[in-house]
């Protein structure tokens, strides 16, 4: 379903080995806003629900709401770090536009 490459599997692993509670995993969804239309949200997650995709990878999940499914399905995830921002990058197959920032699709 989604496909995360070596820089984001360490991201992901670092801001796990440092949440302040434990955390089993990564969620990853689709919520309307943003310039476009959509955007994604991440965060931490303890527990799956219902209606989630679990993805195992690398010794973590990456749970996916039944409603963010179909708009990430194929996508990957990129970790980039440069001399003026850092953060999660995505190449989503199912986004037809995207705003300047990359943080929001429709």
């Not at 080995?17 to 310039?35: N, T």
């Not at 994604?40 to 995709?53: I, P, T, V």
């Amino acid at each position: 379903m989604i496909t995360l490459t070596e820089n984001a599997v360490a991201a992901i692993k670092t801001a796990l080995s440092r949440a302040d509670e434990p955390a089993e995993g990564f969620r990853i969804m689709v919520e309307a806003g943003g310039c476009a239309g959509l955007k994604y949200l991440l965060g931490l997650e303890s527990l799956s629900r219902e209606g989630d995709a679990i993805m195992e990878t690398d010794g973590f999940k990456v749970f996916v709401d039944a409603n963010s499914q179909p708009h990430l399905a194929g996508m990957t995830v990129d970790f980039v770090t440069d001399l003026e921002s850092s953060g999660f990058v995505f190449d989503n197959p199912n986004a037809r536009d995207k705003c300047a920032c990359g943080k929001s699709f429709g």
